[in-house]
Nanobody, 124 residues
Framework: VQLQASGGGLVQPGGSLRISCLAS????????FGWFRQKDEKEREFVANINRSGRVRYYADSVKGRFTVSRDNAKNTVALQMNMLKPDDAAVYYCAGQKFDFTPGKFTSDYDEWGQGTLVTVSS
């Protein structure tokens, strides 16, 4: 499956942004999906994930209560709704697909497919 992230942009601290990931070329329902982010030259870090049915979701402690991951299996999209954004949330956000696993992973090595990233800037 090919993944294309979109929706990044500039938002003020405390604001909201919704980024999306469109999947194509594969059976969307076979995949768990994750969102990761990368700041400057640091390692890519886990943000949130969602399993194939959408019933199981995990979040990094740093975003819990502020971010919500969702998927629309009819539209082949995964979204990350980000509220109460902080300057520390600024990063390039990547969506990733993990095929045929019961539990969505929290490590980059768990994922088979990656989108190209979308830049989120949080600044006043």
């Amino acid at each position: 499956v090919q993944l294309q992230a979109s929706g990044g942009g500039l938002v003020q601290p405390g604001g909201s942004l919704r980024i999306s990931c469109l999947a194509s070329g594969g059976p969307f329902g076979d995949y768990n999906f994750g969102w990761f982010r990368q700041k400057d030259e640091k390692e890519r870090e886990f943000v949130a994930n969602i399993n194939r049915s959408g019933r199981v979701r995990y979040y990094a402690d740093s975003v819990k209560g502020r971010f919500t991951v969702s998927r629309d299996n009819a539209k082949n999209t995964v979204a990350l709704q980000m509220n109460m954004l902080k300057p520390d949330d600024a990063a390039v956000y990547y969506c990733a697909g993990q095929k045929f696993d019961f539990t969505p992973g929290k490590f980059t090595s768990d994922y088979d497919e990656w989108g190209q990233g979308t830049l989120v800037t949080v600044s006043s």
